[in-house]
């Protein structure tokens, strides 16, 4: 199919991009666009129908790229491509979740591209990066023309990035080696039909799904029941049983009794080798 119409810009800074977001409805940003583009070509993603169709490119804006040490943790910035993230070497030791998560996503055309802010930034499909960031307590760093904030990614998947901003970091606590992250993937997409992250802490596991459920999302409830573990498979999946089924969104021809089951065994795989490091 044909790319909708639009009109393009390439901004010198951040501030001139959320200038041109702030003064143009309709306006996109393109960053990766893994996401973008294709829904642009299918009918998925739908400028503004009436006013200017804007994509604004930042991907030549240095200030969005690169990961660090910080005093909280690890800041990774938003131009940090997929490839990027599930190789170096700071994430693989302090984030190894997200280094999974990143290294799961599509294949290696599309983590060469594909970006950390446009996976968080994703609406509308299961991605494998969110599920992550909320197992990780993540927080996503956002610039708008009102100014700076932060929004827990957990908050991010529930509603999407705000208009007219701008993801500029994803910002996430150093825990070691006891995390990680487990997916079956659509054949045909890669997107996963179900992800689990786990992140094990003093204060029990952080357990997190996405692709079985309607959004990534945080299971509390599990987080309750394990507790204190222990991580074996009979334990995790009696804690998933005791979820609601309306939790497990069926689809793609699978139920939500098997998305369920699916995500319990997933999730046990993941803290079983996440527990192992601390063995």
Do not use: W
């Not at 993937?185 to 596991?205: E, M």
């Not at 409830?221 to 497990?248: K, Q």
């Not at 098997?258 to 601390?278: F, I, P, S």
């Amino acid at each position: 199919m044909i790319l909708t119409d639009f009109d393009y810009a390439r901004p010198f800074t951040l501030e001139e991009a959320l200038t041109l977001l702030s003064a143009t409805r309709g306006g996109r940003v393109l960053a990766g666009g893994q996401s973008l583009l294709p829904g642009l070509r299918t009918g998925e993603t739908v400028l503004d129908a009436e006013g200017t169709r804007l994509l604004v490119d930042v991907r030549h804006l240095e200030e969005l790229r690169g990961i660090e040490r910080t005093p909280d943790g690890l800041r990774i910035g938003a131009l940090t491509t997929l490839a990027e993230l599930a190789a170096d070497p700071l994430v693989l030791a302090e984030a190894p979740e997200l280094a999974a998560a990143a290294r799961a996503n599509g294949d290696p055309q599309v983590r060469n591209l594909g970006t950390a802010g446009g996976n968080l930034a994703a609406a509308g499909r299961a991605t494998d990066l969110p599920v992550a960031a909320i197992a990780a307590d993540g927080l996503v760093e956002l610039a708008a023309p009102g100014g700076r904030s932060t929004v827990t990614a957990e908050d991010l998947a529930a509603t999407g990035v705000p208009a007219r901003a701008v993801i500029t970091a994803l910002l996430v606590p150093a825990a070691g080696r006891a995390a990680a992250f487990e997916k079956t993937a659509d054949r045909a997409t890669r997107y996963p039909v179900c992800a689990a992250a786990v992140r094990i802490t003093p204060g029990g596991p952080r357990i997190a799904v996405t692709g079985a459920t309607a959004r990534a999302l945080r299971l509390r409830g599990v987080e309750d029941r394990l507790r204190g573990g222990p991580y074996t498979t009979e334990a995790v999946l009696a804690a998933f049983r005791a979820e609601p089924r309306e939790l497990f969104v069926p689809g793609r021809g699978t139920s939500a009794e098997y998305l369920g089951h699916l995500a319990g065994v997933l999730t046990a795989r993941a803290l079983q080798r996440a527990d192992q490091v601390l063995a």
